[in-house]
């Protein structure tokens, strides 16, 4: 209880400094699960819109009370902004695949190890995406966990996380996910390109056999 006050005052201390901070609304996520590890007596989706002045992280997916201080503590209100890219944010959070390559062909692309608590609240996120119904986030998690398992898609989706939140605070826009119809066609697209692939390569196959 004395580390949620202490939260609360400093938040308050900071947001109340800046009349645009303050200004600033959103209605409350009843959907959003609370557990006997959230912060006590403290609105964090009010408190974390006006923190990062008006982008909604709680808009994502997957996205709980503990992703979200975790987030603030971690990045600080412009610490974002020190990352050129999100593949340098993913580099930094250590969820970026470390390629090996050797002429010219993956060896591997294993993720590289260490501790970072954003990374670890990514990664739990990730892990809750997969047990949501239907949207994009899970779709993706699915479709990778289907093809290199369950392991590898909380890697994958902690990663797109990160891309994301580097999107949404970087460029100050909000999470914009595709609607189901875009998700669907943009699928489809993928499948059309690879079954092309497959056949251009079978095409350069044949072209090298020789006639009977």
Same mark, same amino acid.
């Given at each position: 209880m004395e580390c949620d006050a202490e939260i609360k005052?400093?938040?308050d201390n900071f947001i109340t400094k800046d009349d645009v901070k303050k200004s600033l609304h959103i209605d409350p996520k009843v959907h959003k699960i609370v557990n006997k590890n959230t912060p006590k007596n403290i609105d964090l989706n009010l408190m974390s819109y006006q923190y990062f002045d008006g982008i909604?992280?709680?808009s994502i997916e997957g996205f709980s009370h503990g992703t979200v201080l975790t987030s603030m503590s971690e990045l600080g209100e412009k610490g974002i902004k020190e990352f050129q890219s999100a593949q340098h944010f993913a580099s930094w959070l250590r969820l970026a695949p470390n390629n090996k390559i050797s002429g010219g062909r993956i060896l591997s692309s294993r993720t590289p +190890?260490?501790?970072n608590r954003l990374k670890i609240a990514l990664r739990q996120a990730a892990n809750a995406i997969g047990n949501l119904g239907d949207n994009h986030l899970s779709n993706f998690f699915n479709r990778v966990a289907f093809r290199k398992g369950r392991s590898v898609a909380i890697s994958a989706t902690a990663r797109k996380l990160a891309v994301i939140i580097w999107n949404m605070l970087s460029k100050n826009q909000q999470y914009n996910p595709p609607?189901?119809?875009e998700y669907l066609d943009q699928n489809r697209k993928r +499948?059309? +390109?690879?079954?092309?692939k497959q056949i251009s390569i079978l095409e350069g196959k044949m072209s090298h056999l020789s006639p009977v």
């Open positions: 005052e400093l938040l909604d992280l709680y +190890k260490g501790s609607t189901l119809y +499948k059309v +390109k690879e079954l092309q």
